[in-house]
């Protein structure tokens, strides 16, 4: 209880889940140790005896539980490397996984998916894997191509400086990352622009009305120079010929 205790006050000054709960669990794990080597003796255990067994024991357990271990030693590893931390949004481009961790055990990961299944990753796994962790990321990115109509050329240029202009100013774009807007292509029904920027914010709720901010926006800037844009089209061309009632 008082170690549980102390594991919430821990969380309550600002320490994070991860870190609260490793010390909790090694407090728990170094209080069982002492009380075993202090009063084992009374209980008939004696120390020597101990030693023997555990060396016996942990021989017998390297055989026939090598994979428990391996969970177990690389649970320890993820506390002190912390790739990810409870609560992180990660993902592996070597595995199905993704999530939000939920807990991280001394065998095994619980990972949250985003349709609320429990995923239960085994620890050893991650000394495998490539593992993502958006949960860190500073900025997200939006990135989009306006198509615009052929003749429409004319326009392109000014249209370019003005939705240029208009992430410079926008109050949820960050000034300081990459921001380009560009005409790259010339696409079989349309002419191109690349847009390319990053929002201050990473939660996906914010950044999606940012980005929706920003394409209607653009929108109004494509309209409000008359031009409009371009879908999938084919032009037929066809040569004058002459029917052959009117040859005669």
Same mark, same amino acid.
């Given at each position: 209880?008082?170690?549980?205790?102390?594991?919430?006050?821990?969380?309550?000054?600002?320490?994070?889940? *991860?870190? $609260?709960? =490793?010390?909790? %669990? !090694?407090? #728990? /794990? @170094?209080?069982?140790?002492?009380?075993? &080597?202090?009063?084992?003796?009374?209980?008939?255990?004696?120390?020597?005896?101990?030693?023997?067994?555990?060396?016996?024991?942990?021989?017998?357990?390297?055989?026939?539980?090598?994979?428990?271990?391996?969970?177990?030693?690389?649970?320890?590893?993820?506390?002190?490397?912390?790739?990810?931390?409870?609560?992180?949004?990660?993902?592996?481009?070597?595995?199905?996984?993704?999530? *939000?961790? $939920?807990? =991280?055990?001394? %065998? !095994?990961? #619980? /990972? @949250?998916?985003?349709?609320?299944?429990? &995923?239960?990753?085994?620890?050893?796994?991650?000394?495998?894997?490539?593992?993502?962790?958006?949960?860190?990321?500073?900025?997200?990115?939006?990135?989009?191509?306006?198509?615009?109509?052929?003749?429409?050329?004319?326009?392109?240029?000014?249209?370019?400086?003005?939705?240029?202009?208009?992430?410079?100013?926008?109050?949820?774009?960050?000034?300081?990352?990459?921001?380009?807007?560009?005409?790259?292509?010339?696409?079989?029904?349309?002419?191109? /622009?690349?847009?390319?920027?990053?929002?201050?914010?990473?939660?996906?709720?914010?950044?999606?009305?940012?980005?929706?901010?920003?394409?209607?926006?653009?929108?109004?800037?494509?309209?409000?120079?008359?031009?409009?844009?371009?879908?999938?089209?084919?032009?037929?061309?066809?040569?004058?010929?002459?029917?052959?009632?009117?040859?005669?």
């Amino acid at each position: 209880m008082l170690i549980n205790q102390f594991e919430k006050q821990q969380i309550k000054k600002g320490r994070d889940i *991860t870190s $609260a709960r =490793i010390m909790s %669990r !090694i407090i #728990k /794990i @170094t209080i069982i140790v002492v009380l075993v &080597l202090l009063y084992g003796e009374h209980f008939g255990m004696s120390l020597s005896g101990l030693l023997t067994f555990g060396g016996i024991g942990g021989l017998a357990v390297g055989m026939a539980g090598k994979d428990i271990l391996s969970n177990f030693f690389s649970g320890i590893m993820l506390y002190f490397d912390r790739p990810f931390s409870i609560g992180d949004w990660i993902r592996s481009p070597d595995r199905n996984i993704e999530g *939000t961790v $939920a807990e =991280i055990g001394w %065998r !095994i990961t #619980k /990972i @949250t998916t985003f349709d609320n299944r429990p &995923l239960y990753v085994p620890n050893s796994l991650f000394s495998s894997i490539s593992v993502e962790n958006p949960g860190r990321m500073t900025n997200r990115r939006i990135t989009t191509t306006i198509g615009l109509r052929y003749e429409d050329a004319a326009k392109v240029g000014v249209i370019v400086e003005a939705v240029r202009e208009m992430l410079k100013n926008h109050p949820a774009i960050d000034q300081r990352q990459t921001l380009l807007v560009y005409f790259n292509q010339f696409a079989d029904s349309s002419l191109n /622009i690349m847009v390319y920027c990053f929002t201050k914010t990473t939660v996906w709720a914010e950044w999606l009305a940012a980005q929706q901010d920003v394409y209607l926006k653009i929108i109004d800037i494509v309209q409000s120079h008359g031009a409009d844009f371009a879908f999938p089209s084919q032009t037929l061309y066809m040569d004058n010929i002459t029917p052959p009632d009117q040859g005669r």
